[in-house]
């Protein structure tokens, strides 16, 4: 099972990115998928949650309003819009599968992708 995760980059505060996560090996369709992300040498915070219906979100209160996930299970796919981008959103994201609980934290999720960096700058 592999979850890869794409679409960091370099952006200047106030623009936009959109990541993706596609899953391999198996489906996700019923399953829990997040989005954290972290600094070095620091905890991995959550970011956003969506469950298997995809109706079902959560949002860390400093994302709500900017950030949106969303999922095309046929695809095996979760993304993370992100809009209205600040510095201290700058971090390595990682997207997530598997969490018996919403929105979970980062012990809570038996996948994890490899991480993109997303880098803000004012």
């Known amino acids: 099972v592999q979850l890869q995760a794409s679409g960091g980059g370099l952006v200047q505060a106030g623009g936009s990115l959109r990541l993706s996560c596609a899953a391999f090996g198996r489906t996700f369709r019923g399953s829990v998928m997040g989005w954290f992300r972290q600094l070095p040498g620091k905890e991995r915070d959550f970011v956003a949650v969506i469950g298997w219906n995809g109706t079902t979100t959560y949002y860390a209160d400093s994302v709500k309003g900017r950030f949106t996930i969303s999922r095309d299970s046929a695809k095996n796919t979760v993304y993370l819009q992100m809009n209205t981008l600040k510095p201290e959103d700058t971090a390595v994201y990682y997207c997530?599968?598997?969490?018996?609980?919403?929105?979970?934290?980062?012990?809570?999720?038996?996948?994890w992708g490899q991480g993109t960096q997303v880098t803000v700058s004012s």
């Open positions: 997530a599968a598997d969490s018996l609980v919403m929105p979970g934290t980062s012990r809570t999720y038996k996948y």
